[in-house]
């Protein structure tokens, strides 16, 4: 089991540009989600995915958007980039129903100029 | 409203030397999940234990063990006999429910140094 993956890795955008970051998990986990984590700050909560198909907003959900495509995969978009969106940002994802506990992927490290 | 402090934001210690890792939390409910994760340098964010709150048995593994007392709404973390590779951010969160949705909270996290 690869667990989830996030891709792209790395990331540089101009202000203004869009881009989609990807995330997958081959655990069959119900529950996946978006968080950014920025020097200090811990991780904070963007977006979340209780179920395939549902959708609700985190803690700072501004200038984000994200799909859950199917149970596997849920992607987060950025419209118009901003230099506030310079953040590593991680994909998580649990079975709420067997252990609560969240896995996350690699991080993506996005910058923003 | 949840919240997970960690109050120590930075840790330098010799290695060998045992070290503990404060954590408080708040919370209202009486169900939840304490979880420690390790974020060593490459970035990766690892999974290092979870505990009920209907659970106070503390737990040890290997060099790592955790006390957790209600009385105290704390989690603490000590590492005995530390080694480089400990070297790492360490973070403390909180998971708690409302309906059928959960939230984790996330402390800030202690960035913890191992000097040979």
């Known amino acids: 089991n690869a667990g989830v993956t996030q891709t792209p890795k790395f990331q540089v955008l101009k202000t203004g540009q869009s881009m989609t970051l990807q995330c997958a998990q081959d655990?069959?986990?119900?529950?996946m989600y978006w968080y950014r984590q920025d020097p200090g700050m811990g991780l904070r909560l963007i977006y979340y995915?209780?179920?395939?198909?549902?959708?609700d907003k985190g803690e700072v959900p501004n200038g984000y958007n994200v799909s859950r495509l199917n149970k596997r995969e849920f992607s987060l978009r950025l419209e118009s980039a901003a230099p506030s969106q310079t953040s590593v940002y991680f994909c998580?994802?649990?079975?709420?129903?067997?252990?609560?506990?969240?896995?996350f992927g690699p991080g993506t490290r996005l910058t923003v100029l | 409203a949840q919240k997970v402090t960690q109050a120590q934001t930075e840790i330098s210690v010799v290695e060998k030397e045992d070290v503990t890792l404060d954590c408080v939390y708040e919370?209202?409910?009486?169900?939840?999940?304490l979880f420690w994760y390790k974020q060593p340098p490459s970035g990766e964010l690892v999974f290092l234990i979870r505990?009920?709150?209907?659970?106070?048995q503390n737990e040890i593994s290997g060099r790592y063990s955790w006390n957790f007392q209600k009385s105290t709404s704390s989690f603490n973390f000590t590492i005995t006999a530390s080694q480089v590779v400990d070297s790492a951010v360490y973070f403390c969160?909180?998971?708690?429910?409302?309906?059928?949705?959960?939230?984790?909270?996330f402390g800030k996290g202690i960035t913890l140094s191992v000097r040979p």
């Open positions: 998580a994802s649990t079975d709420r129903v067997a252990t609560d506990t969240q896995y």
């Open positions: 655990m069959n986990h119900n529950s």
């Open positions: 995915s209780a179920s395939e198909g549902t959708t």
């Open positions: 919370t209202r409910d009486t169900t939840y999940y």
């Open positions: 505990r009920n709150s209907f659970d106070e």
């Open positions: 969160a909180l998971i708690t429910y409302y309906g059928a949705n959960s939230k984790l909270t």
